[in-house]
């Protein structure tokens, strides 16, 4: 059985960092694609960063330069580093793995979902 657990968020301020960690299980890691969500109060899922199993990685447009997708398959981890934090950032961020062949930022492309880690950013 699949499952991917989140860990990692919390209260920052404006311009702070955190890290989020996904431990996954019951697969196999290095042939799934990866990716993190998120989801702000009344606003639907948009997709954060994803990285296929070649390691090529996708970002959102408002997180470019600002947050860092990564995995060690050994562990059958994914991280989300996080820097320059916004409030906008605000939002339950999820861990999601699929079968796409590239990094993809759809979530119709992920078939397991974890159960999300709340980040909060103050201003």
């Known amino acids: 059985q699949v499952q991917l657990v989140e860990s990692g968020g919390g209260s920052v301020q404006s311009g702070g960092s955190l890290r989020l960690s996904c431990a996954a299980f019951?697969?196999?890691?290095?042939?799934?694609?990866m990716g993190w969500f998120r989801q702000a109060p009344g606003k639907e899922r948009e997709g954060v960063a994803a990285i296929d199993s070649d390691g090529s990685t996708s970002y959102a447009d408002s997180v470019k330069g600002r947050f860092t997708i990564s995995q060690d398959n050994a562990k059958n981890s994914l991280y989300l580093q996080m820097n320059s934090l916004k409030p906008e950032d605000t939002a339950m961020y999820y861990c999601?793995?699929?079968?796409?062949?590239?990094?993809?930022?759809?979530?119709?492309?992920?078939?397991?979902w974890g159960q999300g880690t709340q980040v909060t950013v103050s201003s």
């Open positions: 999601a793995a699929g079968w796409a062949v590239v990094a993809s930022l759809e979530g119709a492309d992920f078939g397991y």
């Open positions: 019951g697969y196999s890691y290095s042939s799934y694609c």
